[in-house]
């Protein structure tokens, strides 16, 4: 079941096209997506030459790296209560 979720993320990030390329509300989906984060920072931290924008046009996109660690920490703060809960549950 995660392959539902995870293919469409893959596909709306800037992973395979910047999001300056795409429309307005896509590009800022494609910007804010999680797994844009950890290339972008994946990218910055081994330098990759031709990848750096002259100008972020989103906040995410010129801390790439702390977005790369906030995303995954928001993410687990969201789920681990859920999973908990449900985990509770399984046991009545």
């Known amino acids: 079941?995660?392959?539902?979720?995870?293919?469409?993320?893959?596909?709306?990030?800037?992973?395979f096209a910047p999001p300056e390329m795409m429309p307005g509300w896509l590009g800022a989906i494609a910007a804010w997506n999680p797994v844009s984060s950890t290339a972008a920072a994946i990218r910055?931290?081994?330098?990759?030459?031709?990848?750096?924008?002259?100008?972020?046009?989103?906040?995410?996109?010129?801390?790439?790296?702390?977005?790369?660690?906030?995303?995954?920490?928001?993410?687990?703060?969201?789920?681990l209560p859920l999973a908990v809960r449900q985990f509770k549950n399984l046991s009545r």
């Not at 081994?46 to 924008?53: D, I, L, N, R, S």
């Not at 989103?58 to 703060?77: K, N, R």
């Open 1 to 15: 079941m995660l392959f539902a979720v995870a293919f469409p993320l893959g596909f709306i990030s800037s992973v």
């Open 44 to 79: 910055e931290l081994f330098e990759t030459p031709g990848m750096q924008h002259l100008e972020p046009a989103y906040w995410i996109d010129g801390h790439a790296v702390a977005g790369a660690v906030i995303w995954p920490a928001v993410i687990m703060l969201i789920f």
